[in-house]
């Protein structure tokens, strides 16, 4: 079992940035990709970035440019630093992680991301 604990979510104005943390604990023996998703009210929960354990990196196109993923692996954590947010930004953040050659999902409890205009 791995647990996940998110950080860093809140009420900003556009334009303003937010650092998203969340760190991973339990069974990380085989700690693969670690991500954020997003799920608006009333839409799809969406894939926003992810991150390999070698450092390979991809993003959703509304948030390239704007948006950076890291990890530190010593610290079994993910990051996310959003910048030049924006009120279509407004959503639950999750966390995920994969474990294992199969890559099998584990979610944090969402942290609430509010972009007011």
């Known amino acids: 079992q791995v647990q996940l604990v998110e950080s860093g979510g809140g009420l900003v104005q556009a334009g303003g940035s937010l650092r998203l943390s969340c760190s991973a604990s339990g069974s990380l023996f085989r700690l693969n990709t670690m991500g954020w998703y997003r799920q608006a009210p009333g839409k799809q929960r969406e894939l926003v970035a992810e991150?390999?354990?070698?450092?390979?990196?991809d993003y959703v196109d509304s948030v390239k440019g704007r948006f950076t993923i890291s990890r530190d692996n010593a610290k079994n954590t993910v990051y996310l630093q959003m910048n030049s947010l924006k009120p279509e930004d407004t959503a639950i953040y999750y966390c995920?992680?994969?474990?294992?050659?199969?890559?099998?999902?584990?979610w944090g409890q969402g942290t609430q991301v509010t972009v007011s205009s």
């Open positions: 995920n992680v994969k474990t294992g050659v199969s890559m099998t999902d584990y």
């Open positions: 991150i390999t354990k070698s450092g390979d990196t």
